[in-house]
């Protein structure tokens, strides 16, 4: 099943994509893809997650009505392709 990544806006196979849902204003990432709620879906890229910060991207795929705490999603691309590898 395709997603399309809030970062970079192309559609990608979920399997090849992170899943960040908001818990308390503070956005956290799904590592297994199960967490209930709203989910927003993105490359394990920085450029991807910088896009969807500065775009307000989030906020508007999960519907919140103001800015999340986005400082625990910075992640390496060596931490993104275990996240993936780990699924």
Known sequence: MERTCVGCRQQSDRANLLRIVEESMILILDERKSL???????????????????RRAF?????????PD??????????????????
């Open 36 to 54: 209930p709620g709203r989910g927003a879906w993105i490359h394990p890229a920085q450029e991807c997650l910088e896009l969807a910060i500065t």
């Open 59 to 67: 906020i508007r795929a999960l519907k919140l009505s103001g800015q």
């Open 70 to 87: 986005s400082s625990g999603l910075n992640f390496t691309k060596e931490q993104a392709e275990t996240m993936l590898a780990n699924k």
